[in-house]
């Protein structure tokens, strides 16, 4: 919900522009990672996911590119809408473990 | 919310009650999880259970337990509420570990403790 915004990094883009998303991760032995969007007041809803095999997973809109070199993960959104404004989360899970670890998050904000 | 329902949806309580929240689910998947959702703080686990009666602690499991007596619903207690615990607790699923599929989450709860 909105408490959940507090002290997060901001990215606001103009409608229509493309976003992306960044993330770091500092476990070299995760190999599932998944990104999430929490609109305020909500719970997360998947958004795409990759493994460690791949280095680029497209969906509609969304594209996440994985980095293994340097552990970097980002979420890029197509002609960003009003209705992607929400609060957007990384998870990585290392290998064989049945948790997954969040990250705190990063709001967007589109400007119409 | 992929037939995931968490009850009550708000609660506001007092320091030392105890309280129960529920997550129940439609999908007949394997694993729940519970989580905690506070600012500046990413999604952190609280317990997770893979199976009935089977469950293990995450990352913030101190002051929590939790039951799963059927596939469907997975509980959360505060034994005794204390303010710390004031929080937004979300409950996801899972058909195949983590390490394997992505989790799907309820709508949360909001806790209140006064």
């Known amino acids: 919900g909105e408490s959940v915004g507090l002290h997060l990094p901001t990215l606001s883009v103009q409608e229509g522009d493309n976003s992306i998303i960044n993330c770091a991760y500092s476990?070299?032995?995760?190999?599932?990672f998944i990104w999430y969007k929490q609109e305020s007041g909500k719970g997360p809803q998947f958004i795409i996911d990759i493994r460690s095999n791949m280095d680029k997973r497209q969906g509609q809109r969304v594209t996440v590119l994985l980095n293994k070199t340097v552990k970097h993960l980002s979420l890029q959104i197509a002609a960003t809408q009003p209705g992607d404004s929400a609060v957007y989360f990384c998870?990585?899970?290392?290998?064989?473990?049945?948790?997954?670890?969040f990250g705190a998050g990063t709001i967007l904000r589109v400007k119409s | 919310d992929a037939g995931i329902t968490q009850s009550p949806r708000h609660k506001v309580t007092e320091t030392g009650t105890p309280v129960t929240l529920r997550c129940h689910q439609t999908e007949n998947h394997r694993y729940m999880y519970w989580y905690r959702q506070d600012p500046g703080h990413g999604l952190r686990l609280i317990h997770y259970?893979?199976?009935?009666?089977?469950?293990d602690k995450g990352e913030v499991s101190d002051g929590y337990s939790v039951s799963r007596s059927k596939t469907e619903d997975f509980l959360l207690t505060l034994e005794s509420a204390t303010s710390s615990q004031t929080s937004v607790y979300f409950c996801a699923i899972s058909e195949l570990s983590a390490a394997r599929e992505t989790q799907y989450f309820g709508p949360g709860t909001r806790l209140l403790v006064l």
């Open positions: 476990n070299s032995a995760s190999d599932y």
């Open positions: 259970s893979y199976g009935v009666k089977d469950t």
């Open positions: 998870a990585e899970n290392s290998k064989g473990g049945n948790k997954l670890v």
